[in-house]
């Protein structure tokens, strides 16, 4: 069974950064695709970002290029999301999602594994 932790949210004022950390943990496959999505009240969870493990291919959600980075550590197998210049809009509860295969990134349906999600919160 794998499970996917995450840490790394909080409280940050408008303009600051965050950066989130994503590991599985029990057994432990090596993932294809790895992604972060969000969930603020009363709205549908929506993509944020994802990599490619293998092949070092990132993708973005418009709203977040520019302003935010995935990056990885292979030797973690670990994902991270640097999240700069944030904005109020950007509150709500991250969470990540892992595939053993090359699902379309910003499809969460494709998505076998998740985490449990972490707060964000940005103020104005």
């Known amino acids: 069974q794998v499970q996917l932790v995450e840490s790394g949210g909080g409280l940050v004022q408008a303009g600051g950064s965050l950066r989130l950390s994503c590991t599985p943990s029990?057994?432990?496959?090596?993932?294809?695709?790895m992604g972060w999505f969000r969930q603020a009240p009363g709205k549908e969870r929506e993509f944020v970002a994802a990599t490619r493990w293998r092949a070092s291919i990132t993708y973005y959600a418009d709203s977040v290029k520019g302003r935010f980075t995935i990056s990885r550590d292979n030797t973690k197998n670990t994902v991270y999301l640097q999240m700069n210049s944030l904005k109020p809009e950007d509150t709500a509860v991250y969470y990540c999602?892992?595939?053993?295969?090359?699902?379309?990134?910003?499809?969460?349906?494709?998505?076998?594994?998740w985490g449990q999600g972490t707060q964000v919160t940005v103020s104005s």
């Open positions: 999602a892992a595939d053993l295969s090359l699902v379309t990134p910003a499809q969460a349906r494709e998505y076998a594994y």
């Open positions: 029990g057994r432990t496959f090596s993932m294809s695709t």
